[in-house]
């Protein structure tokens, strides 16, 4: 997530361009003392005619300038004067080096040059000696990594940030604002584990928690920034609570009770129709919802319209196909209302959601990426991944690929089968079993004798990841286990919710011993708390296939995700325990999915919790090296 919330960043810069001289060192004169010493013309410019300026003066004129040109260009955020003005201030001895490299340090991170600014901050770590520039060095620091989606990294040098400000009565402006948005980045559990440390650090980690606990509860939320305020006066998110906490207050959540659904009910996709149909159905048992209303999505855009109108429903959920998303978007009435569709948003239109408009799918993108953070925190360095040679498997890999590489310099290696003769041939050459077979040959050859031989198997793969289904996953894994050299460690074997088919299980799990895999909490036994549900389901539709109780199970909390959404778009950590996974919304109204981890173990399935911390990108990973 970018944090830009400096609007008051101007006062604390200068405040640190004053405080930061030392006793020894000339420096330039703040902004009150250039009112004496140069002409109101100069002052009049923008940072760029500034810089411009400078750039034709010599001396202590093209110092005052410059340092003009510095400060004009953080009041108007032209990060790129700010840039050019202190490289430029660079070789002047009387310049504040510390100083002036955590301006640039500043700058290269409001551009996104988050690489080259966290090389600037690790440069000066060791030579900050003013409480000035060891309080923003924490907190520039804290910033890169918020900007890497690392908020829990980012606290840590925050609080240190406010600790060090507060000891010396300074001011980071920014910083409160910041500490806030990350804090709201964390789920309870995260909260819990922050709430320690300073007065300053817990006062901050109470007020999320409570924020986060009662917010869209007026009276309660009211009630506890109360006991807050007495609990913690002077604190610095007392200055929050204001315009922060105090505008959530009545942030009341969505009271559906007429619903419009917009699903497939003729043409190819019927069937997927009333799967998420009996979803919704019951999902209605629990819901305060009294009238539901069901609409073909293949009807024409005119016809929905009408429908809409007539039925003037409070909520919207669908459709599912994502043709027909973008179709019943162009209607005035899906316009102007709340609605849940079950589809993704295309990159194109990312940045001009609707506010009230939230995209559910069940994305597989979501579990490649759930796999490769697990992947990082145990520390593989080469994973092989195996998929089908389809546009589905090609984009998963590309996918996969791409978010591998912000966070390791390796390159896993990818395998692609067209059918089961294919699957042994691609196998063995990427574990370059067909290399040692070879060699076995020759040396027989060599040798007249019998000669006793075993094949081996490369040995710097450290993971395997199958991303092909029920089937093709169980006609893999026997050929895996064959094909590692028994001389080797066990390669650990990963598997994505495709490879899980409730309806194959039932006769067939002895090949797949000690596979993990991804998987809905629904589609597996024990893993939700709605006993009583599952056992309806079963004895309802006993032989549903395995993408109709997914659907089913995606209804089910679409539904129950309603009175949610508007908490959990407040609150990024927030999470909705839902059938389809731990759900929480991220950038551009996606409801993002967390599933549950599972594995083969003895001829039956049990839950396992894997590592899953956020892993910290390759150049942070660099520069600490």
Not at 20 to 33: D, I, K, L, M, V
Not at 60 to 71: F, G, M, P, S, V
Not at 296 to 316: G, N, T, V, Y
Request: net charge neutral.
């Amino acid at each position: 997530m970018q944090l830009k919330k400096i609007s008051l960043i101007m006062a604390i810069l200068s405040g640190l361009s004053a405080c930061g001289t030392t006793p020894n060192s000339t420096q330039p004169p703040t902004n009150a003392q250039s009112q004496l010493s140069t002409p109101q013309i100069v002052q009049d410019l923008d940072a760029a005619a500034l810089y411009k300026k400078g750039l034709e003066k010599d001396g202590a004129a093209r110092i005052q300038l410059l340092y003009n040109a510095r400060e004009a260009a953080i009041t108007e955020k032209n990060w790129q004067i700010l840039e050019q003005a202190c490289i430029e201030l660079e070789s002047k001895a009387s310049v504040d080096h510390v100083q002036n490299k955590l301006y640039v340090a500043l700058a290269r991170k409001e551009l996104k040059k988050y690489e080259s600014a966290h090389e600037i901050l690790q440069s000066v770590a060791q030579k900050l000696k003013l409480p000035e520039h060891k309080a923003w060095h924490q907190y520039l620091t804290g910033s890169i990594f918020a900007s890497q989606n690392l908020p829990k990294k980012a606290l840590v040098h925050y609080f240190k940030s406010a600790d060090i400000a507060q000891q010396n009565k300074l001011a980071i402006a920014g910083l409160d604002s910041e500490v806030w948005a990350a804090l709201q980045q964390l789920s309870s559990y995260a909260l819990e584990r922050f709430d320690r440390g300073s007065v300053i650090q817990q006062g901050w980690v109470k007020l999320a928690k409570y924020h986060q606990v009662y917010l869209g509860s007026t009276v309660q939320l009211h009630q506890a920034m109360n006991n807050w305020q007495r609990r913690y006066k002077n604190h610095p998110g007392s200055f929050i609570i204001p315009t922060k906490v105090k505008s959530d207050i009545n942030l009341a959540p969505y009271q559906a009770t007429k619903l419009a659904i917009l699903l497939p009910q003729s043409g190819s996709s019927e069937r997927l129709g009333a799967a998420l149909k009996n979803g919704f159905l019951a999902a209605m048992d629990r819901s305060k919802i009294s009238e539901i209303y069901f609409i073909d999505e293949m009807d024409s855009p005119e016809l929905i319209e009408r429908s809409l109108q007539k039925i003037q429903a409070d909520f919207i959920i669908g459709p599912l196909l994502k043709s027909n998303v973008v179709k019943v978007k162009s209607s005035s009435y899906v316009a102007s209302s709340p609605a849940i569709f079950l589809n993704e948003v295309d990159e194109s239109e990312a940045e001009r959601v609707h506010s009230e408009h939230f995209y559910f799918a069940l994305n597989p993108e979501h579990e490649v990426e759930q796999a490769m953070v697990h992947f990082l925190a145990k520390g593989y360095q080469k994973p092989m991944i195996l998929a089908p040679d389809t546009p589905s498997g090609q984009r998963l890999i590309a996918h996969f690929n791409q978010q591998w590489q912000g966070f390791s310099d390796t390159h896993p290696e990818v395998g692609f089968y067209s059918n089961s003769e294919d699957m042994v041939k691609v196998i063995t050459e990427l574990l370059e079993v067909d290399s040692s077979k070879t060699r076995i040959k020759e040396v027989k050859n060599l040798f007249r004798s019998e000669v006793e031989s075993e094949t081996r198997s490369r040995r710097d793969l450290d993971a395997i990841y199958i991303l092909g289904d029920a089937i093709e996953t169980r006609l893999l894994k026997p050929y895996l286990d064959v094909n590692v050299s028994t001389f080797a460690e066990r390669i650990p074997l990963y598997a994505s919710s495709r490879s899980y088919s409730k309806q194959i299980d039932k006769t067939d799990k002895g090949d797949l011993e000690g596979l993990y895999f991804t998987e809905l909490p629904w589609m597996l036994p024990d893993a939700v708390n709605e006993r009583n549900l599952r056992d309806t389901y079963s004895r309802l539709w006993p032989e549903q296939a395995d993408i109709e109780q997914r659907l089913f199970a995606m209804a089910y909390d679409a539904v129950n995700l309603i009175p949610e959404l508007k908490q959990l778009n407040k609150i990024p950590g927030k999470e909705f325990e839902g059938l389809t996974g731990a759900l929480s919304i991220k950038e551009a109204n996606q409801i993002h999915r967390k599933l549950i981890w599972a594995q083969y173990h003895k001829n039956r399935i049990r839950l396992v919790s894997l590592d899953e911390r956020p892993p910290t990108p390759l150049f942070m990973q660099q520069a600490e090296q």
